[in-house]
Protein backbone atom coordinates (compact mmCIF):
# COMPACT_ATOMS: atom_id res chain seq x y z
CA UNK A 1 0.00 0.00 0.00
CA UNK A 2 1.49 3.87 -1.03
CA UNK A 3 1.87 5.43 2.10
CA UNK A 4 1.19 9.47 1.95
CA UNK A 5 4.39 10.49 1.42
CA UNK A 6 5.67 8.40 -0.73
CA UNK A 7 2.73 9.18 -3.02
CA UNK A 8 3.92 12.77 -2.46
CA UNK A 9 7.48 11.82 -3.35
CA UNK A 10 7.08 9.52 -6.43
CA UNK A 11 3.16 10.15 -7.68
CA UNK A 12 2.82 13.80 -6.59
CA UNK A 13 1.64 16.40 -9.83
CA UNK A 14 3.18 18.75 -8.05
CA UNK A 15 6.72 17.67 -8.40
CA UNK A 16 5.85 16.69 -12.05
CA UNK A 17 4.39 20.39 -12.84
CA UNK A 18 7.46 22.04 -11.00
CA UNK A 19 10.07 20.51 -13.25
CA UNK A 20 8.20 21.46 -15.91
CA UNK A 21 7.70 25.36 -15.22
CA UNK A 22 11.53 25.34 -14.32
CA UNK A 23 12.51 24.45 -18.11
CA UNK A 24 12.68 27.21 -20.67
CA UNK A 25 10.84 27.25 -23.66
CA UNK A 26 13.40 26.79 -26.08
CA UNK A 27 14.56 23.96 -24.14
CA UNK A 28 11.45 22.30 -23.53
CA UNK A 29 11.56 21.89 -27.47
CA UNK A 30 14.90 20.30 -27.23
CA UNK A 31 13.34 18.11 -24.80
CA UNK A 32 10.30 16.91 -26.86
CA UNK A 33 12.45 16.13 -29.91
CA UNK A 34 14.94 14.13 -27.51
CA UNK A 35 12.60 12.45 -25.85
CA UNK A 36 12.14 9.95 -29.21
CA UNK A 37 15.60 8.61 -28.13
CA UNK A 38 12.73 5.88 -26.45
CA UNK A 39 10.38 5.85 -28.40
CA UNK A 40 8.99 3.07 -30.85
CA UNK A 41 9.28 5.45 -33.51
CA UNK A 42 12.90 5.43 -33.29
CA UNK A 43 13.76 2.69 -31.90
CA UNK A 44 12.56 0.26 -34.44
CA UNK A 45 13.96 1.81 -37.71
CA UNK A 46 17.44 2.36 -35.09
CA UNK A 47 17.32 -1.44 -34.68
CA UNK A 48 16.06 -2.47 -38.35
CA UNK A 49 19.43 -0.70 -39.90
CA UNK A 50 22.01 -1.79 -37.25
CA UNK A 51 20.79 -5.46 -37.90
CA UNK A 52 20.83 -5.23 -41.82
CA UNK A 53 24.37 -3.23 -41.15
CA UNK A 54 25.66 -6.37 -38.60
CA UNK A 55 23.47 -9.02 -38.40
CA UNK A 56 25.19 -11.50 -36.03
CA UNK A 57 25.80 -8.42 -33.13
CA UNK A 58 22.12 -7.24 -33.63
CA UNK A 59 19.94 -10.14 -34.10
CA UNK A 60 19.52 -11.02 -30.24
CA UNK A 61 18.78 -7.01 -29.79
CA UNK A 62 15.13 -8.22 -31.97
CA UNK A 63 14.07 -10.31 -29.81
CA UNK A 64 14.51 -8.57 -27.12
CA UNK A 65 12.46 -5.12 -29.06
CA UNK A 66 9.38 -7.59 -28.83
CA UNK A 67 9.90 -8.55 -25.53
CA UNK A 68 10.68 -5.52 -24.44
CA UNK A 69 6.87 -4.18 -26.10
CA UNK A 70 4.96 -7.18 -25.06
CA UNK A 71 6.21 -6.71 -20.91
CA UNK A 72 5.02 -2.82 -21.57
CA UNK A 73 2.07 -4.25 -23.23
CA UNK A 74 1.58 -6.64 -20.06
CA UNK A 75 2.60 -3.89 -17.42
CA UNK A 76 0.18 -0.99 -18.59
CA UNK A 77 -2.43 -3.30 -18.40
CA UNK A 78 -1.61 -4.48 -14.83
CA UNK A 79 -1.66 -0.85 -13.45
CA UNK A 80 -3.78 1.81 -13.84
CA UNK A 81 -2.45 5.24 -13.28
CA UNK A 82 -3.86 8.03 -15.01
CA UNK A 83 -1.75 10.19 -16.42
CA UNK A 84 -0.45 13.97 -14.30
CA UNK A 85 -2.67 16.35 -14.26
CA UNK A 86 -0.26 19.04 -15.72
CA UNK A 87 0.26 20.97 -18.66
CA UNK A 88 2.86 20.35 -20.79
CA UNK A 89 5.78 23.00 -20.58
CA UNK A 90 5.38 23.58 -24.22
CA UNK A 91 2.52 23.76 -26.85
CA UNK A 92 2.35 22.86 -30.35
CA UNK A 93 2.32 26.71 -31.01
CA UNK A 94 6.20 26.24 -30.36
CA UNK A 95 6.64 24.08 -33.32
CA UNK A 96 6.59 24.24 -37.26
CA UNK A 97 3.19 22.52 -38.53
CA UNK A 98 5.09 19.54 -39.82
CA UNK A 99 6.21 18.63 -36.55
CA UNK A 100 3.13 19.09 -34.39
CA UNK A 101 2.26 15.42 -34.83
CA UNK A 102 5.66 14.46 -33.37
CA UNK A 103 4.69 16.94 -30.27
CA UNK A 104 1.38 15.27 -30.19
CA UNK A 105 3.18 11.76 -30.11
CA UNK A 106 5.11 13.21 -27.22
CA UNK A 107 3.06 15.01 -24.62
CA UNK A 108 -0.41 14.77 -25.45
CA UNK A 109 -0.73 11.52 -24.60
CA UNK A 110 -3.99 9.33 -22.92
CA UNK A 111 -2.67 5.97 -22.11
CA UNK A 112 -2.22 4.59 -18.49
CA UNK A 113 0.57 6.23 -16.91
CA UNK A 114 2.69 3.44 -15.13
CA UNK A 115 5.10 2.28 -16.02
CA UNK A 116 6.72 5.00 -18.17
CA UNK A 117 6.91 2.95 -21.54
CA UNK A 118 10.00 5.41 -22.51
CA UNK A 119 12.46 4.38 -19.35
CA UNK A 120 11.34 0.65 -20.12
CA UNK A 121 12.46 0.61 -24.01
CA UNK A 122 15.14 3.18 -23.15
CA UNK A 123 16.46 0.50 -19.60
CA UNK A 124 16.35 -2.78 -22.63
CA UNK A 125 18.10 -1.23 -25.35
CA UNK A 126 20.47 0.55 -23.28
CA UNK A 127 21.07 -2.89 -21.63
CA UNK A 128 21.37 -5.27 -24.64
CA UNK A 129 24.05 -2.58 -26.28
CA UNK A 130 25.68 -2.27 -22.86
CA UNK A 131 26.08 -6.32 -22.68
CA UNK A 132 27.30 -6.45 -26.50
CA UNK A 133 28.92 -3.62 -28.35
CA UNK A 134 32.44 -4.30 -28.92
CA UNK A 135 32.98 -0.72 -27.85
CA UNK A 136 34.91 0.11 -24.81
CA UNK A 137 34.99 -2.06 -21.83
CA UNK A 138 31.15 -2.88 -20.34
CA UNK A 139 31.55 -0.47 -17.27
CA UNK A 140 32.24 2.41 -19.53
CA UNK A 141 28.94 1.33 -21.82
CA UNK A 142 27.21 0.89 -18.86
CA UNK A 143 27.88 4.47 -17.25
CA UNK A 144 27.14 6.15 -20.94
CA UNK A 145 24.05 3.42 -20.83
CA UNK A 146 22.60 4.63 -17.45
CA UNK A 147 23.33 8.52 -18.50
CA UNK A 148 21.17 7.72 -21.78
CA UNK A 149 17.96 6.32 -19.53
CA UNK A 150 18.38 8.90 -16.78
CA UNK A 151 17.73 11.07 -19.79
CA UNK A 152 14.68 9.67 -21.15
CA UNK A 153 13.30 9.61 -18.15
CA UNK A 154 13.91 12.76 -17.41
CA UNK A 155 12.75 14.11 -21.07
CA UNK A 156 9.03 12.26 -19.55
CA UNK A 157 8.63 14.02 -16.66
CA UNK A 158 9.89 17.59 -17.77
CA UNK A 159 6.90 17.28 -20.43
CA UNK A 160 4.60 16.36 -17.92
CA UNK A 161 3.47 13.04 -19.09
CA UNK A 162 5.13 10.58 -16.09
CA UNK A 163 5.51 10.90 -12.27
CA UNK A 164 8.79 9.77 -11.18
CA UNK A 165 7.54 6.90 -10.14
CA UNK A 166 6.43 5.80 -13.94
CA UNK A 167 9.87 6.10 -14.53
CA UNK A 168 11.37 4.37 -11.89
CA UNK A 169 8.56 1.72 -12.12
CA UNK A 170 9.49 1.33 -16.13
CA UNK A 171 13.59 1.34 -15.27
CA UNK A 172 13.09 -1.87 -12.79
CA UNK A 173 10.77 -3.50 -15.20
CA UNK A 174 13.44 -3.40 -17.76
CA UNK A 175 16.05 -4.43 -15.59
CA UNK A 176 13.99 -7.93 -14.40
CA UNK A 177 13.77 -8.14 -18.11
CA UNK A 178 17.26 -7.87 -18.47
CA UNK A 179 17.87 -10.45 -16.25
CA UNK A 180 16.04 -12.46 -17.77
CA UNK A 181 17.35 -11.97 -20.95
CA UNK A 182 21.13 -12.32 -19.86
CA UNK A 183 20.22 -15.55 -18.50
CA UNK A 184 18.79 -16.69 -21.80
CA UNK A 185 22.50 -15.56 -23.88
CA UNK A 186 24.21 -16.81 -21.51
CA UNK A 187 22.72 -20.54 -21.41
CA UNK A 188 22.65 -20.73 -25.23
CA UNK A 189 26.07 -19.79 -25.32
CA UNK A 190 27.09 -22.69 -23.19
CA UNK A 191 24.67 -24.99 -24.82
CA UNK A 192 25.39 -23.97 -28.53
CA UNK A 193 29.46 -25.31 -27.58
CA UNK A 194 28.07 -28.49 -26.54
CA UNK A 195 28.10 -30.64 -29.55
CA UNK A 196 24.77 -32.99 -27.67
CA UNK A 197 22.85 -29.92 -28.28
CA UNK A 198 23.64 -28.88 -31.92
CA UNK A 199 21.57 -29.61 -34.25
CA UNK A 200 22.18 -31.24 -37.86
CA UNK A 201 22.79 -28.55 -39.89
CA UNK A 202 20.43 -30.45 -42.43
CA UNK A 203 17.53 -31.31 -40.44
CA UNK A 204 15.15 -28.60 -41.44
CA UNK A 205 13.02 -29.01 -38.53
CA UNK A 206 14.70 -28.88 -35.12
CA UNK A 207 15.76 -24.92 -33.70
CA UNK A 208 19.17 -23.69 -34.30
CA UNK A 209 20.20 -23.41 -30.73
CA UNK A 210 21.82 -19.70 -30.02
CA UNK A 211 21.65 -16.85 -29.11
CA UNK A 212 19.21 -14.77 -31.56
CA UNK A 213 16.95 -18.39 -31.44
CA UNK A 214 16.95 -18.01 -27.35
CA UNK A 215 16.12 -13.89 -27.87
CA UNK A 216 13.33 -14.56 -29.88
CA UNK A 217 12.06 -17.34 -27.93
CA UNK A 218 12.01 -15.18 -24.95
CA UNK A 219 10.58 -12.63 -26.82
CA UNK A 220 7.61 -15.14 -27.68
CA UNK A 221 6.95 -16.39 -24.15
CA UNK A 222 6.70 -12.16 -23.27
CA UNK A 223 4.32 -12.03 -26.53
CA UNK A 224 1.78 -14.98 -25.33
CA UNK A 225 1.83 -13.20 -21.87
CA UNK A 226 0.92 -10.34 -23.39
CA UNK A 227 -2.34 -11.53 -25.41
CA UNK A 228 -3.24 -13.92 -22.08
CA UNK A 229 -3.05 -10.63 -20.09
CA UNK A 230 -3.68 -8.05 -21.86
CA UNK A 231 -5.15 -9.22 -25.45
CA UNK A 232 -4.76 -5.17 -27.11
CA UNK A 233 -4.06 -4.79 -30.62
CA UNK A 234 -0.09 -3.95 -29.72
CA UNK A 235 -0.22 -7.57 -28.19
CA UNK A 236 -1.11 -8.79 -31.21
CA UNK A 237 1.44 -6.75 -33.16
CA UNK A 238 3.84 -8.46 -30.77
CA UNK A 239 2.84 -12.04 -31.22
CA UNK A 240 2.99 -12.13 -34.51
CA UNK A 241 6.33 -10.26 -34.77
CA UNK A 242 7.88 -12.67 -32.12
CA UNK A 243 6.57 -15.90 -34.45
CA UNK A 244 7.78 -14.08 -37.80
CA UNK A 245 11.21 -13.30 -36.07
CA UNK A 246 11.79 -17.10 -34.49
CA UNK A 247 10.81 -18.78 -37.77
CA UNK A 248 12.64 -16.26 -40.06
CA UNK A 249 15.64 -16.55 -38.20
CA UNK A 250 15.47 -20.38 -37.97
CA UNK A 251 15.26 -21.47 -41.77
CA UNK A 252 17.15 -18.89 -42.69
CA UNK A 253 20.40 -20.56 -43.96
CA UNK A 254 17.72 -22.51 -45.75
CA UNK A 255 16.09 -19.94 -48.13
CA UNK A 256 19.28 -17.93 -48.40
CA UNK A 257 20.83 -21.39 -49.97
CA UNK A 258 18.28 -22.35 -51.98
CA UNK A 259 17.89 -18.67 -53.73
CA UNK A 260 21.13 -17.98 -53.95
CA UNK A 261 22.25 -16.71 -56.97
CA UNK A 262 18.23 -16.02 -58.01
CA UNK A 263 16.61 -13.16 -59.22
CA UNK A 264 14.97 -13.89 -55.45
CA UNK A 265 18.24 -12.37 -53.85
CA UNK A 266 17.62 -8.59 -55.37
CA UNK A 267 13.80 -8.98 -54.85
CA UNK A 268 13.16 -10.46 -51.48
CA UNK A 269 15.39 -7.33 -50.28
CA UNK A 270 12.98 -4.42 -52.37
CA UNK A 271 9.77 -6.10 -50.62
CA UNK A 272 10.83 -6.16 -47.12
CA UNK A 273 11.73 -2.09 -47.51
CA UNK A 274 8.23 -1.86 -48.95
CA UNK A 275 6.61 -4.33 -46.38
CA UNK A 276 8.39 -2.21 -43.76
CA UNK A 277 7.20 1.68 -45.00
CA UNK A 278 3.59 -0.01 -44.64
CA UNK A 279 3.66 -1.35 -41.93
CA UNK A 280 3.95 1.96 -40.50
CA UNK A 281 0.64 2.81 -41.92
CA UNK A 282 -0.90 -0.40 -40.76
CA UNK A 283 0.12 0.61 -36.96
CA UNK A 284 -0.46 3.83 -37.32
CA UNK A 285 -3.50 4.23 -39.01
CA UNK A 286 -4.69 1.17 -36.83
CA UNK A 287 -5.66 -1.38 -40.27
CA UNK A 288 -7.09 -4.56 -39.96
CA UNK A 289 -8.76 -6.79 -37.27
CA UNK A 290 -6.47 -8.94 -35.00
CA UNK A 291 -5.79 -11.80 -37.32
CA UNK A 292 -4.67 -9.53 -40.11
CA UNK A 293 -2.51 -8.19 -37.65
CA UNK A 294 -0.73 -10.89 -36.35
CA UNK A 295 -0.08 -12.12 -40.12
CA UNK A 296 1.11 -8.80 -40.86
CA UNK A 297 3.58 -8.44 -38.03
CA UNK A 298 4.55 -12.34 -38.47
CA UNK A 299 5.22 -11.31 -42.14
CA UNK A 300 7.29 -7.63 -41.24
CA UNK A 301 9.50 -8.98 -38.57
CA UNK A 302 10.15 -12.17 -41.33
CA UNK A 303 11.29 -9.92 -44.34
CA UNK A 304 13.51 -7.73 -41.74
CA UNK A 305 15.27 -11.52 -40.70
CA UNK A 306 15.68 -12.40 -43.94
CA UNK A 307 16.94 -9.50 -45.83
CA UNK A 308 21.04 -10.01 -45.25
CA UNK A 309 20.65 -13.39 -45.40
CA UNK A 310 19.76 -13.08 -48.56
CA UNK A 311 21.30 -10.08 -50.21
CA UNK A 312 24.75 -10.36 -50.81
CA UNK A 313 25.19 -6.52 -50.76
CA UNK A 314 24.52 -6.78 -46.57
CA UNK A 315 25.80 -9.92 -46.02
CA UNK A 316 29.51 -8.29 -46.80
CA UNK A 317 29.80 -6.89 -43.10
CA UNK A 318 28.82 -9.34 -39.90
CA UNK A 319 30.23 -8.36 -36.75
CA UNK A 320 30.27 -11.26 -33.67
CA UNK A 321 29.81 -10.73 -30.50
CA UNK A 322 33.36 -11.44 -28.62
CA UNK A 323 34.29 -11.37 -24.68
CA UNK A 324 34.11 -8.09 -23.35
CA UNK A 325 36.28 -6.55 -20.36
CA UNK A 326 34.49 -5.61 -17.45
CA UNK A 327 37.37 -2.31 -16.80
Known sequence: MRTNSDQSMWFDPGVVQAVGEAIPTWLAVVIVLLSYLGSVYLIAPAMIAAYWRARELVA?????????????????????????????????????????????????????????????????????????LPVGTRTRRAVVGAAFVGWVGFTR?????????????????????????VGVRRWTETRAG????????????????????????????????????????????????????????????????????????????????????VTWFVAELGIGNNVFIVAWSALFLAMVVLVPWVSGGLRTRSVARTPQPSD
Open 157 to 181: IALGVHYPGDVVGGVAYGLAFLALY
Open 60 to 132: PWLGAIVGCYALMSITKSIHSVSRPAVDPPVGPDAFPAVLVPAYEHAALISTSSFPSGHALAATIVAGVIVYD
Open 194 to 277: DASFVADPTDRVRLRLDAPTGSFALGLVFAIGALAVSGSRNAHIVFGAAVGGLVAWTFAPTIAARIRETAAERVIPVVAVGVVL
